[in-house]
């Protein structure tokens, strides 16, 4: 150990994170060197010791060395150290002449090679971080305080249509602020230039106008503890908000059509009574009875209001369908007359039917509905005058198609019906609320018309879109799954017994929890010779049927009833009846009918509410079915 330095100073200079060389100032021959210089020069105090320090620690000669001159200003500069092996070690050399007890020059370096690696790191940092903002899917903007964009990334030219070159130099809010937003853009700049980090869904505008839904993060951006410029991200929500707006509105329309299918359910029922008393009140009221014309009216009255139950429950999709397999074309050219007298002179039809559509399994009378009701609304967005176009063809739809609709994937086979109008067209409000249950433009409408359509296109296992602009007309296309299956017989409808053959005298079991609907229905079999049993419900059908004595031939029952369905009581009385015959009623479908959506195909059903000819031809046709 040097005389010159105590056991404290040596601790303190073995502590010390740099190298300290104690050096004679005359002849730099080094005195003392700290346990950092040694670690990093890989060298021993013995190596060391009474050596000049020119050649040894450092590449220069003493002729060349800077630090021949030192006083007691410390001389500081950047270069090189040598270790054991003769590697350059970069270093910041300071050497400086101190006195303690005589003179002696201290020379101290720290070494730097981290310098190269930090700055190495930085530019690859750099170069990480403008990868990663080119690379973002959000789109990402840099402002100052003004507010002027100083650069954007690839995603905030694709999500807003702007060129880079166009951005950069423009105010943010000038350019996708909409104009009813711009007081709280202008709050949120002003909360980020407190430095708070700021997260919004707000709307902003592309260049060409249109609105999307985004989520906004502006972040501070700190330069030497000053907050000068910020980040502005942009996600873009706008599908996510339509899909929930549809989900919303699905949702809406399921409990709106549970509430309209209940209602009708009951009130057919009702009307079922009302219509069926009133063809017995004229059936049997004599010459010029003037309660005649009462009776007609009470009759009109319950057939409008049927009118309008059936258009509840094919909005709310509880209608009983009896689907067949008919060719679309042949069902669109079977309307053509009658659309042809409905629309007027001054509106031209035009049928663009292409040849060999395929085949669909659909309820005709609810797609003859469906056709009527867009035609008429066609003729009414045209006042004056314009083109209906009916279109058909095969299409096959794949997965993204859906998805761009917002719907669950069913690829696959389909056959299109497009109806088109040169019309008036819609704007957007209007357009995304046609299908809404009670919406309607037209004075005096009851807004059921296109939300039935919507309801007897979803219940036939279909879809149906609207494309419409203002002053661009409109077209709806229903796309309905295309089957491989043969016409099925009797496309054009059941041919009706002749009059003279609605009595009968067979035994007839009408089960109906509906008081009204039961004695109605028995009182008219009755009256045509029939025998009735009659019961309120299906455990009081099998009571009834243990104790008789003789053959039932026609089971006519309601489809949904409490304790036992209609379907459950007919396949238990086959048992003990093997041949017999059953005819379904209902005013709409729930459980058994709503959870398969269709009754089986010629299985047969009387829909409610119904007349006294329609009971009678009904139980003649299903009495005579195989």
Known sequence: MNPLFNDLAERLLNGVQAGIVLLDPESHQILHANAYTLR????????????????????????????RDVTETPKQREGEALDAQGHRIPVIRSVARVHNGGPILVES?????????????????????QGLFNASPDAIAVVDREGRVLQVNPSFERLFGYEAEEAVGSLINEMIVPRDRLEESETLRNSIHKGMVVQKETIRKQKDGTLVHVNLTGYPLLIDGEIRYSYAIYRDVTEERRLEEQLRQAQKMEAVGRLAGGVAHDFNNALTAILGYADLILSNLRGEDPLQDAAREIKKAAQRSSALTRQLLSFSRKQVLQPRVVNL??????????????????????????????????DPDQLHQVVLNLVV???????????IILETADVKLDEAYFRLHGVKPRPGAYV???????????????????????????????????????????QSGGYIWVYSEPGQGSTFKIYLPKVEKNISEGETGPSWPASSHLQGSETVLVVEDDGLVRVLARRILEDHGYRV?????GRE?????????????????????????????????RDAYPSLKVLYMSGYSDNTIAHHEVLEPDVPFLEKPFSPEQLLHKVREALASK
């Not at 105090?45 to 620690?57: D, I, S, W």
């Not at 609304?377 to 083109?387: D, K, T």
Request: charged letters at 25%.
């Open 40 to 67: 990093l020069l890989k060298r021993t105090q013995e190596e060391l010791l009474g050596k000049v320090c020119a050649g040894l620690l450092c590449s220069y000669t003493r002729e060349d060395c800077p630090f």
């Open 109 to 129: 370096f720290i070494h730097i090679p981290q310098r190269k690696e930090i700055n190495d790191d930085l530019k690859w940092q750099g170069t990480l971080l």
């Open 329 to 362: 074309n042949g069902q669109i050219q079977d309307l053509e007359k009658m659309l042809r007298r409905m629309i007027g002179e001054d509106i031209e039809l035009v049928m663009k039917l292409a040849e060999g559509v395929g085949h669909v399994e659909v």
């Open 377 to 387: 609304n066609a003729r009414e967005a045209m006042p004056h005058g314009g083109r």
């Open 416 to 458: 299109r019906l497009s109806i088109s109008d040169t019309g008036i067209g819609m704007d957007p409000r209007v357009r995304s609320r046609i299908f809404d249950p009670f919406f309607t433009t037209k004075e005096g409408g009851t807004g059921l018309g296109l939300s039935t359509v919507y309801g007897i296109v979803k």
């Open 533 to 537: 049993l009659e019961a309120a419900d």
């Open 541 to 573: 059908a099998l009571e009834i049927c243990n104790q008789l004595g003789g053959e039932v031939h026609l089971l006519l029952t309601d489809v949904v009833m409490p304790k036992m369905c209609g379907k459950e009581l007919a396949e238990r009385l």
